[in-house]
């Protein structure tokens, strides 16, 4: 679905309400803040709660407050929006159900800029410019100041002034352990036709330094987009830390935990004994979300190769890494455990395992609650005589947090055409070829919920994992054979496990009369564990989970033993 666009010339002779009697609000910004027309997606937010800035309580959870959007182009400065009942709502889906009130009124116009692909698409998007794909956040973006309004039939009209900009993020210090690197990506900026930058956040060893003979294991740890390694602190926790209370793990004090457990790593880390090696994590943000799903695609470019043949050889030759495949690894949760998985099936000879932690849907069987493939709507599941709404998002026990139908809504509010940063949409750009206007073909529209079947079977044959590994398992097999493993909590937030389970109903056929080499690996579940639980059966989620960097070592550590070829480096780095 696109929202309706009210560009500036139809705001001007039509107007965008439903009515005379409606209250007006108008939205512009000054020639101070740029003197071209710019293009992007206004967002109007409402917020009844005094606790922050609108623009920071938008969000998929119940908690949200209200934002309304309308894209604009070539959007004058000085210029009034009328922004009126058609702009698309989340929440609520527009500004007349909106209950009559006092309210905090802020407004943020998410800039787009124009690229010229190679494929001979030209679009608009917003790139990203080192926060991550955060509309709320972004450098550059502009802003109005927050101010109470009362809204409601017979009230004056508002006027709100986008009078502010965000300013630009400062980069991360390296320190002795924490190093970062960027490097220009040829590929992609052949792609979008712009420069495009890759980067790395790599914690070195104990030693580093000293050891210049070391050539160290890989270990690339897929992540959303982090500027550091927040799990690693090289000073002990803040004794003046106010604790705070986590929502979503229900802990009180989660902040002091993180910071304990966060120096614990780091004792950890440079003790003796312990295997010295890289961990990586990898920035490359889009304009299509905070991270590529490091596979190739038509919507985003060659990042899977990018990723593999530019930024990893880069990374290997500034921290000395042994660069052959038998002493990569690679692991990660959500986003990043389907791209851990991924990227061993696509690029089998590149790494040696993958430890993969709740992620995204393997099957398109099953995508989250949908079947993509025999059902018809994503929305609800038909009845006899009702249709019964489907959920997206649930807690620990069982409470629906938000339906597939409010997902799609809180996306479109955020941007048409795909251009919402959010989970669908990036899914769909990745997944999707290009359509006839150069934005990703939808999936299912936004409106009606109706999935299109013709791009499901796009998405069957280039993208849907377990499909790829039951039709390539012959060549595939032996060269993943005791590299696959999947953890994932029975409860997951986001009905992950689903696709999990169908993966394993394959991967238990494995071995068989007529099904190739046995996988040598493992599936396991966390019972009652919801998002994202990592394979630790002994420790709560909301524990292990800050462990990631020392969950997985001893298994590589004895995959290493036990795969490395004759002549393999298995000294200069034990030390």
Not at 284 to 312: F, K, M, Q, R
Not at 427 to 445: H, K, L, M, N, T
Not at 463 to 485: C, E, F, M, S
Request: with cysteine; glycine share 8%; net charge negative.
């Amino acid at each position: 679905m696109r929202a309706l666009v009210c560009t500036i010339s139809l705001v001007a002779s039509l107007g965008c309400l439903t009515g005379a009697s409606a209250q007006t609000i108008t939205v512009s910004f000054p020639a101070s803040r740029s003197e071209k027309p710019l293009d992007g997606r206004v967002l109007l937010l409402l917020s009844n709660d005094p606790k922050d800035e609108p623009r920071m309580q938008i969000d998929d959870s119940p908690r949200s407050q209200m934002m309304f959007g309308v894209t604009v182009d070539a959007w004058k400065p000085g210029e009034p929006l009328i922004v009126g009942d058609d702009a698309q709502g989340y929440p609520r889906a527009s500004l007349k159900d909106v209950p009559p009130g006092d309210y905090t009124i802020q407004a943020v116009l998410n800039i787009y800029e124009t690229f010229h692909r190679s494929d001979g698409k030209t679009i608009k998007l917003a790139p990203d410019r080192g926060e991550g794909q955060h509309w709320n956040l972004a450098p550059g973006n502009l802003l109005s100041k927050p101010r109470m309004v009362h809204i409601g039939p017979g009230s004056p009209a508002i006027e709100v002034s986008l009078s502010e900009v965000i300013p630009p993020i400062k980069a991360e210090p390296d320190t002795k352990y924490i190093r970062h690197l960027r490097i220009e990506s040829k590929l992609l900026t052949k792609f979008w036709g712009r420069p495009v930058f890759l980067s790395a956040i790599v914690l070195v060893p104990e030693g580093f330094d000293a050891h210049t003979e070391a050539h160290y294991p890989l270990v690339v740890f897929h992540d959303h987009f982090v500027s550091s390694f927040n799990d690693f602190r090289e000073t002990p926790p803040d004794p003046n830390l106010k604790p705070d209370y986590s929502e979503r793990f229900h802990i009180p004090g989660y902040n002091r935990i993180q910071q304990e457990e966060g120096y614990k790593n780091y004792q950890s880390w440079i003790a003796p004994g312990t295997p010295r090696m890289l961990i990586v994590k990898l920035q490359h943000a889009n304009p299509y979300y905070d991270d590529s799903y490091a596979v190739n695609s038509a919507n985003l470019g060659p990042y899977g190769d990018a990723l593999e043949t530019e930024l990893i050889p880069a990374i290997e030759r500034q921290f000395r890494g042994i660069g052959q495949g038998w002493a990569r690894f690679l692991y990660g949760g959500s986003t990043g455990g389907w791209e851990s998985l991924a990227v061993q099936m696509f690029y089998p000879d590149h790494y040696n395992g993958a430890f993969v932690a709740c992620p995204d849907p393997v099957d398109f069987h099953a995508y989250m609650t949908a079947d993509l493939y025999k059902q018809d709507n994503m929305f609800y599941l038909p009845g006899a005589n009702k249709h019964v709404e489907q959920p997206s998002m649930r807690d620990y026990l069982g409470h629906t947090l938000m339906s597939m139908r409010d997902n799609a809504a809180y996306e479109a509010a955020l941007g048409d055409r795909g251009r919402s940063g959010e989970q669908f949409d990036i899914w769909q750009a990745v997944y999707s070829p290009a359509a006839e206007d150069g934005y990703p073909r939808p999936i299912f529209d936004k409106k009606t919920g109706v999935i299109d079947h013709e791009t499901a079977e796009y998405w069957r044959l280039h993208y849907d994992l377990d499909a790829i590994l039951q039709r390539d398992w012959a060549t595939l097999g032996p060269k993943v054979q005791g590299k696959l493993h999947l953890y994932v909590g029975s409860d997951d937030t986001y009905f992950l496990n689903d696709a999990v389970y169908l993966m394993e109903d394959f991967l238990k056929q494995t071995g068989t009369p007529g099904h190739g080499v046995p996988y040598q690996g493992e599936v396991r579940y966390g019972p009652r564990a919801e998002h994202c639980w990592n394979g630790d059966p002994e420790k709560p989620n909301w524990y292990s989970r800050l462990h990631y960097n020392q969950m997985y070592v001893p298994q590589i550590m004895e995959r290493i033993q036990k795969t490395a070829p004759p002549g393999a480096d298995l000294t200069s780095w034990r030390y």
